[in-house]
């Protein structure tokens, strides 16, 4: 029986290899950057339409008042935890006026898990509505971080969402300054503000540098060019940079930032700029389509794509590397069996959207989980055990 099980494994794995290589290019990641998933997200976080959040059904007002910022901050750690490989953490600092929170997601990278790039966007605004500042950069960075979460990375990936931006880049300040003092090593961050507006329709993209970052806006531009046919932006160098944003805080902690931004030297920016007319119908959405893309582009090269299917997601433990899963891919079963595990088991099916398809708190040794009425596709089977979890990408044909 052991030994039939290998040869099934072995033999998954083969063809689960064949499947991801051809599909595991920079290439293929911006092709899943999905528009539509961009522009729900807009709409959602700037109350234009209604959202869930919490199992209620919400409208987002605004991310001004301490209620709506913080029904906004719970919106974003539902999105993220809903993705398959991510850690999320609600990171309630002190200082500032309004009791700030960052929403911070962590991809770990499978070979320099200390190597750091952080991809981020301030969430919080000065009015209602507030689409292209900062509704944009958040909706490119949760995109990003939908599609990138399902594949196994060589460098670690940390998406933020920053609070209390407007008034004195406070939370992107607290969390750069504990991770200079903690000495993390980040090769580079990339911030989002202000990505939906280009009246002139010239689709430049502003890359605001400061001199200590022109390696990495020269690693950018290469990315670009590279993928210039799929994007479709012209790049536009600003050095020196606007500061007043959160790349700002890196820059004070002596890292490489970099932010994307509509307005060089305010030629090109929104005229509803702060105000409750900055709504997603005066967007261009394009261009914020493209920006997204771009920075997909960008996550994706600086992540490090593993091209293995067989490098398992999550943060793993000695336990959690004994278990079996087989047959993979699968038609009509998923068997998983845990050796020696101890503590509490939670088993979750997830569908290439996030969506949990199956959930189920498991104390067997072996479990069968029947996948026959399950659409055709990729699936993530998250296994968690007390703190950690591992996720296996599962094929069902
Ligand atoms: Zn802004």
Same mark, same amino acid.
């Given at each position: 029986?052991?030994?039939?099980?290998?040869?099934?494994?072995?033999?998954?794995?083969?063809?689960?290899?064949?499947?991801?290589?051809?599909?595991?290019?920079?290439?293929?990641?911006?092709?899943?950057?999905?528009?539509?998933?961009?522009?729900?997200?807009?709409?959602?976080?700037?109350?234009?339409?209604?959202?869930?959040?919490?199992? =209620?059904?919400?409208?987002?007002? !605004?991310?001004? %008042?301490? /209620?709506?910022? $913080?029904?906004?901050? &719970?919106? *974003?750690?539902?999105?993220?935890?809903?993705?398959?490989?991510?850690?999320?953490?609600?990171?309630?600092?002190?200082?500032?006026?309004?009791?700030?929170?960052?929403?911070?997601?962590?991809?770990?990278?499978?070979?320099?898990?200390?190597?750091?790039?952080?991809?981020?966007?301030?969430?919080?605004?000065?009015?209602?509505?507030?689409?292209?500042?900062?509704?944009?950069?958040?909706?490119?960075?949760?995109?990003?971080?939908?599609?990138?979460?399902?594949?196994?990375?060589?460098?670690?990936?940390?998406?933020?969402?920053?609070?209390?931006?407007?008034?004195?880049?406070?939370?992107?300040?607290?969390?750069?300054?504990?991770?200079?003092?903690?000495?993390?090593?980040?090769?580079?961050?990339?911030?989002?503000?202000?990505?939906?507006?280009?009246?002139?329709?010239?689709? =430049?993209?502003?890359?605001?540098? !400061?001199?200590? %970052?022109? /390696?990495?806006? $020269?690693?950018?531009? &290469?990315? *670009?060019?590279?993928?210039?046919?799929?994007?479709?932006?012209?790049?536009?160098?600003?050095?020196?940079?606007?500061?007043?944003?959160?790349?700002?805080?890196?820059?004070?902690?002596?890292?490489?930032?970099?932010?994307?931004?509509?307005?060089?030297?305010?030629?090109?920016?929104?005229?509803?700029?702060?105000?409750?007319?900055?709504?997603?119908?005066?967007?261009?959405?394009?261009?914020?389509?493209?920006?997204?893309?771009?920075?997909?582009?960008?996550?994706?090269?600086?992540?490090?794509?593993?091209?293995?299917?067989?490098?398992?997601?999550?943060?793993?433990?000695?336990?959690?590397?004994?278990?079996?899963?087989?047959?993979?891919?699968?038609?009509?079963?998923?068997?998983?069996?845990?050796?020696?595990?101890?503590?509490?088991?939670?088993?979750?099916?997830?569908?290439?959207?996030?969506?949990?398809?199956?959930?189920?708190?498991? /104390?067997?040794?072996?479990?069968?989980?029947?996948?026959?009425?399950?659409?055709?596709?990729?699936?993530?089977?998250?296994?968690?055990?007390?703190?950690?979890?591992?996720?296996?990408?599962?094929?069902?044909?």
């Amino acid at each position: 029986m052991k030994r039939y099980k290998n040869v099934i494994r072995i033999l998954a794995l083969a063809l689960c290899f064949t499947f991801v290589t051809s599909a595991q290019t920079v290439s293929d990641l911006i092709g899943e950057v999905n528009t539509s998933n961009l522009d729900e997200i807009l709409n959602e976080f700037t109350g234009e339409v209604t959202t869930i959040v919490g199992g =209620n059904t919400v409208t987002i007002l !605004n991310r001004v %008042s301490s /209620s709506g910022n $913080d029904l906004a901050a &719970d919106y *974003l750690e539902e999105k993220l935890s809903s993705y398959s490989n991510l850690e999320v953490v609600s990171d309630q600092y002190s200082g500032g006026s309004l009791g700030g929170r960052n929403i911070v997601a962590t991809q770990v990278g499978a070979t320099n898990p200390d190597d750091i790039y952080v991809i981020c966007a301030h969430y919080d605004s000065v009015a209602n509505y507030c689409a292209d500042d900062n509704a944009t950069g958040t909706a490119a960075v949760l995109e990003a971080a939908r599609v990138l979460s399902q594949y196994c990375i060589d460098n670690t990936i940390v998406y933020a969402l920053w609070d209390e931006e407007e008034i004195g880049l406070v939370g992107s300040s607290d969390w750069a300054d504990r991770a200079s003092n903690e000495g993390k090593n980040i090769l580079g961050v990339i911030n989002l503000d202000m990505i939906g507006y280009d009246k002139d329709g010239n689709n =430049n993209i502003p890359i605001h540098t !400061n001199s200590n %970052s022109v /390696s990495l806006k $020269d690693d950018l531009i &290469d990315i *670009l060019n590279t993928h210039s046919a799929a994007i479709g932006l012209t790049p536009e160098v600003v050095n020196p940079g606007i500061s007043a944003s959160d790349h700002g805080s890196f820059w004070n902690n002596g890292y490489k930032a970099i932010a994307l931004s509509e307005g060089a030297e305010f030629s090109d920016l929104t005229p509803y700029y702060h105000t409750a007319n900055d709504r997603v119908n005066t967007l261009h959405l394009p261009y914020f389509h493209k920006i997204s893309k771009y920075l997909m582009a960008i996550v994706a090269t600086k992540a490090g794509l593993i091209d293995n299917s067989s490098c398992s997601l999550g943060i793993e433990s000695e336990e959690l590397n004994n278990i079996s899963i087989y047959p993979n891919p699968t038609t009509s079963v998923i068997n998983i069996e845990f050796p020696n595990m101890s503590g509490s088991i939670s088993l979750e099916l997830i569908n290439a959207m996030g969506q949990i398809v199956y959930k189920l708190d498991a /104390s067997l040794a072996k479990m069968t989980v029947s996948t026959d009425k399950l659409p055709n596709g990729m699936y993530f089977l998250k296994i968690r055990n007390d703190e950690r979890f591992i996720v296996n990408k599962i094929m069902k044909n």
